[in-house]
């Protein structure tokens, strides 16, 4: 079985309130090219398909688009696209039945009572376990495993078989992502103790993913990477397009392909090309305010980018900073984005003065957990779980 594993496309995501239309037309693109090159049996795209759970018309339209012409590349082709936490995972489902007419199964909420809902059969090549985002409250003891076992009941020909899942896994590199222990005083992974949060997910152990699959397809996490597991069968395909600055790595997919149950994937990865990239100047470290300047005005006219600017400061920007930039920027294709201003280190503390623009870009969840450290409250599992439980209504109602 041949796998195209993807994720996290987060359709309709603005980049300090600019449009990205363009650059996720172009993944797509990108998208039905490899299909046409690799042919591939499965197609999967493991979670955070839109950016918020109420998509406009237009970002709908988009994905609609791209899945016709990703089936048309290959209408032999299973696609499964399953919900994230960025999802809705009801309305993930509302066109579940037409979706089926073009070979593309829509999974949005885990069902209890019907596993089989779960599994899909790929005829003559293999089985796909296909488990949307839930919260961890929510999964009834041993789901898991109790669906691998179903699948190994009806896998008498020794096919593939292969697992969604988009969730948190103990272990993995959150390489641009912020990420918190749980509870906050806690120990992080890479000491031997304690769990953490990644993007509101409180991170799982890989054993709970139970066993019996072949290749486990995750998304959530950016950075595309196999997880530890012995048996180098776990991996993130990561985003195929940065969603912040801090995703300074290699957006791809993943191309899997399993000769027969038991048997270790062959994974190799494709690069996802953005026409308009991210830019951080300087590339590393910090620079003055006026070295910032003088970068900014070098930056070559004709290359579309995204810009954020690292400058140290003394006390603080001045108040025309972001207009200086801007204006630098008036007869270039590339869009100044903000500056990340932070003071100079004193002693061993650093603290980082968030601008406006950086603000607004921040999840809820992290302003929150910034004020809970300011007051001195310990935003406990508890506490995470009640605020997105409640940030989910608040989107969902608005």
């Known amino acids: 079985m041949k796998i195209l594993h993807t994720s996290d496309w987060h359709l309709g ?48 339209t988009m994905l609609s688009d791209g899945l016709v012409r990703i089936h048309e590349a290959r209408p032999q082709m299973t696609i499964v696209m399953t919900a ?35 599994i899909i059969e790929v005829p003559g090549k293999g089985y796909v ?7 961890e409250r929510n999964i009834p003891d041993s789901f898991f495993q109790q669906l691998l076992d179903r699948v190994a009941e009806r896998n008498t020909g020794n096919l ?40 509101g997910i409180d991170s799982i152990e890989l054993e709970e993913m139970g066993e019996g ?21 776990v991996r993130y395909s990561g985003t195929p397009l940065p969603v912040s600055f801090n995703e300074n790595f290699t957006h791809s997919v993943s191309i899997v392909e399993i000769g027969r149950h038991g048997e270790t994937p062959s994974v190799k990865e494709i690069e996802i090309q953005n026409p308009r990239p991210l830019v951080t100047l300087p590339a590393y470290g910090l620079a003055t305010w006026e070295e910032a300047k003088e970068l900014l005005g070098r ?16 006390d603080f920007l001045p108040v025309e900073a972001n207009a200086e930039a801007a204006s630098l920027t ?5 869009r100044f984005c903000y500056i990340n201003a ?33 007051v001195g409250v310990s935003f406990d599992e508890e506490m995470q779980t009640m605020f997105n439980e409640v940030l989910k209504e608040v989107v969902i109602g608005s």
């Open 213 to 233: 699959y072949d290749y486990l397809a995750l998304g959530h996490i950016h950075h595309g990477q196999f997880v530890h597991s012995g048996k180098h069968n």
């Open 342 to 374: 932070k003071r100079k280190a004193v002693g061993q503390s650093e603290t980082k003065i968030l601008t406006v623009q950086e603000f607004q870009s921040e999840e809820p969840i992290e302003i929150a957990r910034r004020y809970a450290e300011y």
């Open 129 to 135: 376990v296909a488990i949307p985002y839930v919260n």
């Open 13 to 60: 995501h603005t980049l300090y309130n600019y449009d990205r239309t363009e650059e996720q037309l172009a993944m797509l693109e990108q998208m039905v090219s490899i299909v046409e090159e690799q042919e591939p049996d499965v197609f999967l795209l493991c979670g955070d398909v839109y950016h918020t759970p109420q998509p406009s018309a237009a970002v709908q």
């Open 84 to 118: 994230g936490n960025h999802d809705s995972g009801t309305k993930h489902e509302i066109f579940q039945t037409p979706w089926k007419a073009l070979k593309v199964y829509a999974i949005g909420q885990i069902e209890k009572e019907n596993l089989d809902e779960h």
């Open 160 to 199: 593939p078989v292969v697992m969604t899942a988009h969730t948190t896994v103990n272990g993995c590199d959150f390489t641009g992502h912020d990420h918190y222990p749980t509870p906050p005083s806690a120990p992080l992974p890479s000491e031997g103790r304690g769990t953490y949060t990644v993007g």
């Open 330 to 334: 008036e007869e270039k294709l590339c």
């Open 299 to 314: 930056f070559p006219d004709d290359i579309p980018a995204y810009i954020r600017l690292n400058v140290e400061i003394d």
